[in-house]
């Protein structure tokens, strides 16, 4: 918003002009009207794509599994619901549009980037280098970017969320490839579109009791529905959201929409129930909720280097104490790309100043709020977002915030 204009002194008499927001650095500082819950479902979100994606290597252990496929039910349909609930305000003006590109577009060239040069030092440079490929967990800022350009879009369409899931269930059923992720770009979509289509007081009705034991009851039986995946009674490819129809043992129409719209209303359940169960009050870590962009593009450098190296290979077949280590490496390295130096140290990459792509704007200013993270309408997994986050939540030999189960040429070691 802007500020009003500060009245002019008239000579003589002894007005004093209105400080503006430069001259209160401890009050232009502050973050107004950020939502305590979502700061907190954002960090817990970011937390499990972390998590997820750390012990996806170890899943000969079958506590692992269960664990492992319990999350991917529902980290990154979660994340995206928060990501389109914070991008409501997006109406594709000069400003937003630059700031996606600097919050979103740019991270992705300079991630893409180091994930190639880790696959490079890894495996040697592959047969393509397209950049339109992203690479493991870098498909959720395609994604993201692509889906805030089309809010205006949505916001002027009558059953904005029916279309997206008649898109996203027809989607499925033609080989999309993957360039720019667009499987899951329009998989995950309804998630997105129905973030942007809730308000205040849909979220108001989650501290209801009934909501809360319904919020229990759904984690318990999605629990239980995890062991069946993890004893493959269920395709596990239903929950990573990135493969055509076409190539399975399956038809595409029936019974394979029913069993999408199915796992889709799991998601949202879950979705809604990690909403109920979330802090609604300011935590300890609410405020870290806001750096889930450093959390989602740090982490999958690290990863990605774990697993070049022995660690994975020294904790096969330890069972619970290759998951006890990795659980605390994961919370360690939430922790750690969350810390004041550690951001410091990447802002050059995930905030990059728009000075060093965009030329001076000498009618407008320069988007300096794209760089904050801090505006209660943004989401990029980092500032939301994550979502998610997961997650949220790769593609190219390791899916994004999905699986490290992927197929084809896009797979990478890792998931997402």
């Given amino acids: ?16 002009r209105v400080p503006d927001s430069a001259d209160r650095p401890e009050q232009s500082a502050q973050v107004p009207n950020r939502d305590s819950r979502l700061d907190n479902a954002k960090f817990v979100l970011i937390a499990l794509v972390v998590f997820g994606h750390a012990i996806e290597p170890l899943r000969d252990y079958p506590p ?23 991008s409501r305000n997006f109406d594709a003006s000069p400003n937003r549009v630059e700031k996606a590109v600097l919050t979103l577009a740019v991270p992705y060239l300079i991630f893409w980037a180091i994930h190639q040069t880790i696959y490079a030092v890894d495996e040697g440079l592959p047969d393509s280098l397209s950049v339109l490929t992203p690479t493991w967990s870098l498909w959720f800022l395609v994604a993201l970017f692509l889906w805030r350009l089309s809010v205006p879009v949505w916001k002027r369409l009558r059953w904005p969320v029916t279309i997206a899931v008649i898109i996203s269930a027809f989607a499925a059923t033609a080989d999309l490839g993957t360039t720019l992720s667009l499987g899951r770009v329009l998989s995950f979509l309804p998630f997105f579109v129905l973030g942007l289509a809730l308000r205040k007081e849909h979220l108001a009705l989650l501290d209801r009791v009934w909501a809360r034991v319904g919020a229990v009851a759904v984690f318990a039986t999605t629990f239980a529905f995890a062991l069946f995946i993890a004893n493959e009674e269920v395709s596990r490819e239903w929950l990573f959201w990135r493969e055509s129809l076409t190539d399975r043992d399956i038809d595409p129409l029936l019974p394979s929409m029913a069993i999408r719209l199915i796992f889709m209303g799991i998601a949202l359940a879950m979705s809604f129930a990690v909403l109920t169960l979330t802090p609604k009050k300011r935590t300890w870590f609410t405020k870290l909720g806001a750096y889930t962009l450093f959390v989602y593009l740090g982490h999958s450098v690290v990863l990605l280097v774990l697993k070049t190296s022995p660690y994975y290979d020294f904790f096969e077949g330890t069972g619970p104490i290759g998951l006890a280590v990795t659980t605390t490496l994961a919370v360690s390295l939430v922790l750690l790309l969350c810390s004041p130096w550690v951001r410091k140290a990447m802002k050059w990459a995930v905030e990059p100043q728009p000075t060093w792509f965009l030329r001076r704007n000498d009618q407008q200013p320069a988007p300096a709020a794209a760089m904050s993270g801090s505006s209660p309408s943004d989401d990029s997994p980092a500032s939301e977002v994550p979502a998610a986050p997961g997650t949220a939540s790769g593609e190219n030999r390791g899916s994004g915030p999905d699986s490290g189960e992927g197929k084809g040429p896009e797979q990478r070691p890792g998931s997402s």
């Fill in 64 to 86: 692992t599994q269960v664990l492992y496929y319990w999350i991917y039910l529902f980290h990154m349909p979660a994340f995206i619901l928060i990501s389109g609930y914070l």
């Fill in 1 to 16: 918003m802007t500020s009003p204009v500060s009245p002019q002194p008239d000579p003589g008499h002894g007005v004093s």
